[in-house]
Nanobody, 118 residues
Framework: QVQLVESGGGLVQAGGSLRLSCAAS????????MGWYRQTPGKQRELVATTSGGSTTYADSVKGRFTISRDSAKNTVYLQMNSLKPEDTAVYYC?????????????WGQGTQVTVSS
């Protein structure tokens, strides 16, 4: 069984920074894609950033402010969030596309709350 553990969320003032981490563990053979999504009450979960094979993708709303990175040796993905805005407030989830002993599957973390005050 693959598990994702997120950390790094919290309360920050507008203009501040936070760094999220997501570590995958279990009988992992390889991870093809790692990414971050976010969700606010009443809205659909939306893509924030993904990384796969050295390429990255960002939502337009976070380009230039957020940076996704990955430590493949540790099966960990990070999201450095700078110049945070109140509209970045959401629960942030990490997601991995993973090949493990259980086969190929998509896994989600439990979510970490990010709150940006104005």
């Amino acid at each position: 069984q693959v598990q994702l553990v997120e950390s790094g969320g919290g309360l920050v003032q507008a203009g501040g920074s936070l760094r999220l981490s997501c570590a995958a563990s279990g009988s992992i053979f390889s991870i093809t894609r790692m990414g971050w999504y976010r969700q606010t009450p009443g809205k659909q979960r939306e893509l924030v950033a993904t990384t796969s094979g050295g390429s990255t993708t960002y939502a337009d709303s976070v380009k230039g402010r957020f940076t996704i990175s990955r430590d493949s040796a540790k099966n960990t993905v990070y999201l450095q969030m700078n110049s945070l805005k109140p509209e970045d407030t959401a629960v942030y989830y990490c997601k991995t596309d993973t090949f493990s002993r259980q086969g190929f599957a998509t896994y989600w973390g439990q979510g970490t709350q990010v709150t940006v005050s104005s």
